[in-house]
């Protein structure tokens, strides 16, 4: 409920003494039939990660929030779980790897899995800025999750999320052996979605990789995965995507 929120918030307060303006009184007043309390409490949690100096507080300040952090993030509210992401984000480089991957790492993951797809999306979403810190210590935890979705998430946007996060972890990373080694089965499979959209947003991706990985990756992997499909796939839009791969892949060079 909202008073428990608003507990939640005002405990955070109190940890660095600073005022913390809310609008959701407002909020409430105003009515609008597209708005409820969810988008309410969403914008008081996106605002932490706006308005809050946290980079000023002392690093045992910083991990005093922690409690209050994982219980925002086990909130049954979809839209307080989709905001505390972006206070997520810019917590993991403040805190450290050594604090991060078991304090708040464990719980990005269960976002992951959530039932709503906006909370699933902007987990993804943050998953980077946690794999920059915690190197490949974030794979292992992450990969069965990114998987998953890939292969069995309904929703195409929630999968669009997980291979542009493997992509963005690959970029970060810039190794052609551990992109090989841990991430590339995501990506190929993820070429030949049944969806569209999926396949023609790893597709536009395709630069970037080839420019990160250099043509070893691309003339050792890529090239033989789309001529195999081009010669085998009996689904034109398959090998329309193939194509398209092909040509797109060649940009770079």
């Known amino acids: 409920c909202f008073s428990r929120f608003w507990e939640r918030i005002c405990a955070l307060d109190t940890h660095f003494n600073a005022y913390f303006f809310f609008q959701a009184e407002d909020g409430i007043r105003d009515f609008c039939l597209s708005r409820g309390l969810g ?34 993030a086990r909130d049954p509210n979809a839209s307080v779980k989709t905001g505390i992401c972006a206070v ?29 797809s ?4 902007q987990a993804y979403r943050t998953v980077p800025k946690f794999s920059a810190v915690l190197g490949q210590d974030a794979l292992a935890p992450f990969l069965p999750h990114a998987k998953t979705a890939v292969t069995m998430s309904p929703r195409w946007r929630v999968r669009i999320a997980a291979v542009d996060t493997v992509i963005d972890i690959g970029l970060q990373y810039g190794s052609a052996e551990v992109f090989s080694k841990h991430l590339e089965p995501v990506f190929l499979g993820s070429i030949f979605d049944r969806v569209s959209q999926v396949r023609e947003s790893v597709v536009a991706r395709l630069p970037e990789l080839i420019n990160t990985l250099k043509i070893e990756w691309l ?14 796939e009996t689904t034109y839009l398959f090998k329309i995507t193939a194509i398209h791969a092909f040509q797109v892949s060649f940009l770079p060079i």
């Open 219 to 232: 003339s050792a992997v890529l090239l033989p995965k789309l001529i195999d499909n081009m010669t085998k």
């Open 39 to 72: 988008d309410v409490y969403k914008r008081q949690v996106q605002s932490l990660a706006q308005l809050l100096p946290l980079r000023l507080l002392s690093s045992d300040k910083l991990l005093s929030l922690i409690q209050h952090i994982q219980a925002l």
């Open 88 to 116: 997520l984000s810019i917590f993991v480089s403040l805190i450290g790897k050594e604090v991060a991957l078991p304090k708040l790492y464990p719980h990005l993951l269960d976002l992951l899995e959530d039932d709503d």
């Open 118 to 121: 906006e909370v699933k999306i």
